[in-house]
């Protein structure tokens, strides 16, 4: 199929698009650069032999993103991961989160229709889902209640979409929520580069083992978990990329509207995380264990059983292997 993959120069996206191509389908990618960098192309190219489309354009700019649609024609799905994703950031900025993050959905979503384009796949994020009041979470789970804008976000733009269809039922929409993506591609090439101090634990963990970093802080060690330590469903992003091609798969039988969990179902531990980074590359990962982080849950999960039913896909990679790439990407590809 060809697929407008909006994003496709960041973390997931660009993962995405070698899984795309590795499945035969030919991937067209837009982005506006705003949090990646024009040399993931070379590194697509590097690692597929081949270089597909890129358009760089915002999706918040009709003309210019028309202009996408026009010239490349018979898009057959769109994969939306275009988006600002930093939680703490968008308790500081939630204008931009609102603007960017809703309208590149509502530009998209007019552009779609207006060049006959069925099919979307959205990023969505296990943060619909607010404060677990079980785990692990299922899909029915009551959605809302995000804790930040950038949550709000993704909440809203499932209801966009979901309004969107019962409008026009011809328009398949399958919402992606994946839990905490983490590794890099085995390349070493590409992987996450965040600007700045990580907020997420795997890149700080690689941080620090690299010597860019000096000590690990683990956000508490008294959550009514085993070891103490929060408890998260991390999963490898080249099982997520691989998601997505399920998800195309999936929407050509016009599912309507669709939601899955892409997580691993297994929950670790902070502890557990460190403990297996340091199995899987040998380096030691010094820590001091500082309070709670405010907003934190104890622990947050997925059960991937829909995924594994109906889109045939679960996740095959563990946590060590994901340790060991992300490791491999910051001795390697990531910025010194
Ligand atoms: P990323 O920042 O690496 O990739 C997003 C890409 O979108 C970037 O290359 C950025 O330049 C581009 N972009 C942003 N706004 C744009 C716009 N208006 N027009 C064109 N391009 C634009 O992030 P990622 O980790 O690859 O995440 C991809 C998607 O998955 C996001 O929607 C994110 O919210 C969602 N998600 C990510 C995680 C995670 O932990 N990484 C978890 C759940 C959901
Ligand atoms: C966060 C976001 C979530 C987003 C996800 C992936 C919040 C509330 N949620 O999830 O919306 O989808 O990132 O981008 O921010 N930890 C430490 N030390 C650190 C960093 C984290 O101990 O330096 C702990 C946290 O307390 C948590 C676990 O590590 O228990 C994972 O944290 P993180 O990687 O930030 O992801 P989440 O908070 O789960």
Same mark, same amino acid.
């Given at each position: 199929? =060809? ?33 990646? *960098? ?17 358009? /760089? ?7 210019? %993103? ?6 490349? *024609? ?17 308790? #500081? ?16 979503? =007019?552009?779609? /229709?207006?060049? !006959? ?9 296990? @943060?619909?889902?607010?404060?677990? *009041? ?12 995000? @804790?930040?804008?950038?949550?709000? @976000? ?24 994946? %839990? ?31 010597? /860019? ?18 408890? =998260? ?31 691993? !179902?297994?929950?670790?531990?902070? %502890? ?11 380096? *030691? ?6 309070? #709670? =982080?405010? !907003? ?9 059983? /829909? ?16 340790? #060991? ?5 910051? @001795? ?5």
């Amino acid at each position: 199929m =060809r697929v407008l993959v909006t994003g496709g120069m960041g973390f997931i996206g660009s993962e995405t698009v070698l899984a795309l191509m590795e499945n035969g389908h030919e991937p067209i990618l837009v982005d506006n650069l705003s949090n990646s *960098k024009e040399d993931v192309l070379d590194k697509i190219e590097k690692i597929s032999g081949k270089r597909p489309h890129f358009h /760089k354009v915002d999706c918040c700019d009709y003309e210019g %993103f028309r202009k996408v649609f026009e010239e490349e *024609k018979n898009i057959e799905a769109v994969i939306h991961f275009a988006g600002l994703k930093a939680v703490g950031e968008s308790t #500081r900025k939630p204008i931009e989160y609102y603007t960017n993050n809703l309208l590149s959905t509502l530009v998209l979503l =007019r552009l779609m /229709k207006e060049y !006959g384009v069925h099919n979307i796949i959205f990023s969505s994020s296990a @943060t619909v889902y607010g404060v677990p *009041k079980r785990v692990p979470l299922v899909e029915s789970d009551p959605v809302g209640g995000a @804790t930040n804008p950038y949550g709000e @976000t993704k909440v809203m733009i499932e209801r966009i979409l979901e309004d969107a269809n019962k409008a026009d039922p011809s328009l398949n929409v399958i919402l992606l929520r994946y %839990f905490n993506p983490i590794g890099a591609h085995p390349s070493g090439l590409l992987g996450e580069d965040p600007n700045g101090i990580p907020n997420n634990i795997m890149p700080y963990i690689s941080q620090v083992a690299s010597g /860019k970093l000096k000590t690990l802080h683990v956000f508490g060690d008294d959550y009514p978990t085993p070891d103490g330590t929060g408890i =998260r469903d991390y999963i490898h992003v080249l099982d997520l990329a691989e998601g997505h091609v399920a998800a195309l798969n999936k929407i050509v039988e016009n599912p309507g509207v669709v939601a899955y969990n892409l997580g691993t !179902g297994k929950g670790t531990s902070v %502890f557990e995380l460190i403990n297996a980074f340091e199995k899987a590359t040998g380096v *030691k990962v010094p820590f001091v264990v500082d309070p #709670r =982080r405010p !907003g934190d849950v104890a622990a947050n999960f997925a059960n991937c059983d /829909k995924a594994f039913h109906e889109l045939h896909w679960k996740a095959k990679r563990n946590v060590e292997d994901a340790c #060991r790439d992300a490791y491999r990407f910051q @001795t390697t590809g990531a910025s010194k």
